[in-house]
């Protein structure tokens, strides 16, 4: 389904001149469902209102050699986020997808999912009953909302319910290609992807430049995740 409820989006982006500016608006003009674009040079940000998913504004942006962080989307408490790990032991680099969640309307959700390193084939992503990860997706419990399949790296899925973002703050959600009723999870399954989903700022909500527990910067910070496996 098609949103048409536009919402706003602030990404921290490197930008030291005009000429920056207008090579990311013009690569996000490319996108459909961009509604308006507000750069602020000397606060490093760009504000994005529309429909456009997150995980699209992040790859138009790095296209032009910037890289981009979401520093809020939505309103105050509209917004999730949730770091996908996989579980296997035979696997070093466990962070593999990540998930975004803004709620545009009171019964219009979306879900923005970005993996990558997983072996070609349908995967159905589900939130959880429990946020209980210690054994990857065996120890989350029964299925709590469930998407449609899926086969791209990057996605949209729309949760056209009721549901409120606050009801998924500490589930587990889950990213397999074992098909709830199919078969149990496998514990080392490297193609099963888990985590708990968190509580995101929304626009204007995190004005941190500087982490209070490492003194990093935001950037140093980025830096540091992607080494990780951040997406």
């Keep these: 389904m098609a949103i048409t409820t536009p919402f706003q989006t ?18 996000l003009n490319k ?8 750069a602020n040079l000397r606060d490093q940000l760009v504000t994005i209102e529309g429909t456009a998913a997150p995980s699209a504004i992040v790859a138009a942006i790095q296209s032009t050699g910037r890289d981009a962080i979401l520093r809020g989307s939505g ?5 999730a986020v949730c770091i996908l790990e996989t579980h296997s032991t ?9 998930v975004r969640m803004v709620q545009v309307s009171p019964s219009l959700t979306l879900v923005d999912l970005t993996i990558r390193g997983l072996s070609p084939g349908k995967y159905w992503a589900s939130v959880r009953e429990a946020g ?26 729309f949760l056209d319910t009721p549901i409120q973002v606050w009801e998924m703050i500490g589930r587990g959600m ?5 098909h709830e009723g199919d078969r149990k999870f496998e514990k080392n399954d490297e193609d099963t992807l888990v985590g708990v989903i968190a509580r995101s700022a929304g626009v204007w909500d995190n004005d941190k430049t500087v982490c209070s527990c ?11 995740e992607v ?5």
């Excluded at 035979?90 to 990540?98: H, I, M, Y």
């Design 90 to 98: 035979a696997v070093s680099d466990k962070v593999r997808g990540l």
């Design 214 to 224: 490492s003194g990093k910067t935001l950037w140093e910070e980025r830096k540091d």
């Design 132 to 157: 209980d990860i210690s054994n990857g997706a065996i120890s989350t419990g029964g299925v709590w909302k469930e998407g449609k399949e899926g086969k791209d790296k990057i996605g949209s899925v």
């Design 31 to 38: 996108l459909s469902g961009i509604h308006k674009i507000e």
């Design 227 to 231: 080494k990780k496996g951040m997406l």
């Design 75 to 79: 309103t105050s408490n509209s917004a």
């Design 174 to 178: 889950v990213v397999s290609r074992q």
């Design 10 to 27: 602030l990404f921290a982006v490197p930008m030291t001149c005009e000429s920056c500016v207008k090579d990311i608006s013009g690569s």
